[in-house]
């Protein structure tokens, strides 16, 4: 099982903009204009709960207006309240045209997520097959993809506070792909899909495959009439241009 935590620049990619756009279909820029205008509205309710320590039932209560009214979630028909697995339940499942994509666990507003929260709704996910795993306090939002087979990897996509000292448009940028209309359309999926590509571990492998050693090699002979080994090549560049964390599976 692997748990992939990218950099706070590579978890935001095209999300962490600080201005709300304002281009693009009409469907996204009505989305991101509810988003903001949700966002601003239940400030005030979300500093309450954070000052007054609000137990997990409240902070499920905001959770679920932030579900509906913010992300556009139908409450009756998409949004499945205590889902059971297999004897156990998860706060919330979100089926949308019939299929379950995501599961959504609360944790009371004070409490920090971390591994632990996640590994409770990830067993669920897998015997579901469901793919999305959110996990929330309200303020902080963890959005995971749960990808099959073995080993089992679980990839972070996107990560805010919404208490956070950020810009709004960064926000809403982040927050967009929760949206109905956005996972409907398979923007999540997108967004992960780009980020997983440009991940360092990806790019270090393509640096250092076969094709991209051989090209450096002929350009150093060009530059220096030295004839380096292939395998010095990938030794220097593993040991002074790339970072440790690059080589992480």
């Known amino acids: 099982m692997e748990f992939i935590n990218p950099e706070p620049s590579e978890v935001a990619g095209k999300q962490a903009r600080t201005a709300v756009k304002r281009n693009g279909p ?10 903001k205008a949700s966002i601003k509205r239940f400030n005030k309710a979300l500093v309450d709960l954070k000052d007054r320590d609000a137990n997990e039932a409240d902070t ?6 932030v579900l509906c009214d913010a992300l556009g979630l139908d409450k009756y028909t998409e949004l499945c309240t205590e889902y059971r697995v297999k004897g156990e339940y998860v706060d919330y499942g979100i089926r949308l045209e019939n299929d379950m994509i995501a599961f959504v666990e609360v944790k009371r507003i004070n409490t920090k ?8 709704v990830q067993n669920y996910a897998v015997n579901e097959g469901v793919e999305w795993i959110i996990l929330t306090n309200g303020a902080q939002w963890q959005v995971y993809h749960l990808s099959g087979g073995l080993p089992l990897i679980t990839d972070l996509a996107i990560e805010i506070d919404l208490l956070g000292d950020i810009p709004m448009g960064q926000k809403v940028n982040t927050m967009f792909y929760l949206t109905r209309d956005a996972l409907k359309r398979g923007k999540l999926m997108d967004l992960w899909q780009e980020k997983r590509v440009t991940a360092p571990n990806s ?7 076969d094709s991209i050693v051989i090209a450096v090699r002929k350009e150093l002979k060009k530059a220096t009439g030295y004839n380096i080994d292939p395998t010095e090549i990938v030794r220097l560049v593993k040991e002074t241009c790339l970072k440790p964390e690059c080589f992480e599976k």
Request: charged share 35%; net charge positive.
């Open 60 to 65: 499920r209560l905001f959770v679920t207006d």
């Open 113 to 120: 997520l971390g591994t632990k929260h996640l590994r409770q």
């Open 203 to 209: 790019l270090a492998r393509i640096l250092l495959s």
């Open 26 to 35: 009409k469907w996204e820029i009505d989305a991101r204009e509810k988003l």
